[in-house]
């Protein structure tokens, strides 16, 4: 099965960029996506792209701010996040995903924590 490892956050003043990492421990041949959790709240669907990398989905609420892409290559999964808002402040998660139903297919790892402040 599997592994996922996800790096880069950190503490960024509203308005900044950063951009995360997951790190698969193998080839894979599946849609992937970002999920992020806030303290209190329900984990939460960021954003998904298709295996190839044709196709990309975000949810509302980061559309024209983050980006997500992948290097096959390198079996890494990116988040590119800018403009960056203190209700961005959560803990970022990578996983296999059904592109359609966004629906998570693998192992969840540790996390990467991104705190916004204002």
């Known amino acids: 099965q599997v592994q996922l490892v996800e790096s880069g956050g950190g503490l960024v003043q509203a308005g900044g960029s950063l951009r995360l990492s997951c790190a698969a421990s193998?080839?894979?041949?599946?849609?992937m996506g970002w999920f992020r959790q806030a303290p209190g709240k329900e984990r939460e669907f960021v954003a998904a792209?298709?295996?190839?990398?044709?196709?990309?989905y975000y949810t509302d609420s980061v559309k024209g701010r983050f980006t997500i892409s992948r290097d096959n290559d390198k079996n890494t999964l990116y988040l590119q996040m800018d403009s960056l808002k203190p209700e961005d402040t959560a803990a970022y998660y990578c996983?296999?995903?059904?592109?359609?139903?966004?629906?998570?297919?693998?192992?969840w790892g540790q996390g990467t924590q991104v705190t916004v402040s204002s």
């Open positions: 792209i298709t295996w190839n990398g044709a196709l990309t």
């Open positions: 193998g080839r894979t041949f599946y849609a």
């Open positions: 996983n296999i995903v059904d592109y359609i139903t966004k629906s998570t297919l693998g192992p």
